[in-house]
């Protein structure tokens, strides 16, 4: 008897077979993938580098030269001045051998000078018509030249004191004795007292004498 449900095909063997040779594979494929697995291909990251300029100061430190020491220059002295002082003669030594004459600076006129002289200052004109001017009796101390000229009125002449204007040449030797008070003038009437004489002073050194005389 013939059922009336339709009949089931059967399904060929070597689809079976293909099939599962193709699972077969593939399970191969992923058990090789896995056993090797594929390089990762790492790319190196590259950290710019800044570049840092340092400025290094080198201090050099140069010994200069010694330079031996200057002497220091002497500054050359001013040169004595020469002046004209008008003075009364008080006294006179030696030292040392040397010759010294103490002296009174004076303030002197003659001619119109002296009048004029008087009447600005007072006192009274000399009687030979001079005038002297003395605010000072301070005495000063001078070296006299062993050359000096000296002229003197009465030197050398003899007679009375005041009988003569003559000019006489002193030795500087003799006059300082004179003035010493250990020898006399040539003429015997010479003296210092109260006679202008007109100096030439170099520094505190005298190298002439010449006393007044209005003749002259």
Sequence with gaps: MMSDSPQ????????FIVAFVLVALAAGLV??????????????????????TTTVTVTTTVTPPVTPPVEPTATPKPKPKTVLQWAFVTGGFTSGGRMFIKVDYIGFYAGAGA????????GSLRPDGTYVLN????????NLKSNAQIQLVEWLET???????????????AFVAVLAGTATSPSGVWSPADKPVLLTITGTTVTAVKQYSPGA
């Design 8 to 15: 089931r095909r059967r399904v060929p063997t070597w689809v």
């Design 135 to 142: 605010t000072s009796s301070k005495i000063r101390t001078l």
């Design 31 to 52: 058990g090789w993938f896995i056993g090797h697995p594929s390089p990762i291909a790492v790319v190196p990251s590259t950290t710019p580098t800044s570049t840092v």
């Design 159 to 173: 007679g009375t004191a005041g009988s003569s204007w003559k000019y006489g040449t002193a030795a500087p030797n």
């Design 115 to 122: 009048t004029t002289a008087q009447t600005k200052y007072g």
